[in-house]
Nanobody, 124 residues
Framework: QVQLVESGGGLVQAGGSLRLSCAASGRTFGNYAMGWFRQAPGKEREFVAAINWSGRSTYYADSVKGRFTISRGNAKNTVNLQMNSLKPEDTAVYYC?????????????????WGQGTQVTVSS
């Protein structure tokens, strides 16, 4: 079994920054992509960003391009999401996910494991 643990959520004013981190542990064999999704109250879970195993390929939702940066740690089992210029509409629970594939997907259905989520609240 694989466990994903997110950290770094919190409350921030609009225009501020937060950095989310996620660490994978357990039976993590081989190469895998990692991604971030978010879900606001009353809305479906949506793709935010994803990164492949090497860290050389990254993907972003249009709504966060230019503001968010996804990266992998030196230990490949970690992934970070640097969020700058935050807006109230970024408020959501953010989930880390793992996908046993060479190229990450923007669809939540393709991910094999999920973290518990971390709350991000942006006040106006």
């Amino acid at each position: 079994q694989v466990q994903l643990v997110e950290s770094g959520g919190g409350l921030v004013q609009a225009g501020g920054s937060l950095r989310l981190s996620c660490a994978a542990s357990g039976r993590t064999f081989g190469n895998y992509a990692m991604g971030w999704f978010r879900q606001a109250p009353g809305k479906e879970r949506e793709f935010v960003a994803a990164i492949n195993w090497s860290g050389r390929s990254t993907y972003y939702a249009d709504s966060v391009k230019g503001r968010f940066t996804i990266s992998r740690g030196n230990a490949k089992n970690t992934v970070n999401l640097q969020m700058n210029s935050l807006k109230p509409e970024d408020t959501a629970v953010y989930y880390c996910a793992l996908d046993y594939t060479t190229q990450p997907s923007t669809s939540s259905r393709n991910y094999d494991y999920w973290g518990q989520g971390t709350q991000v609240t942006v006040s106006s």
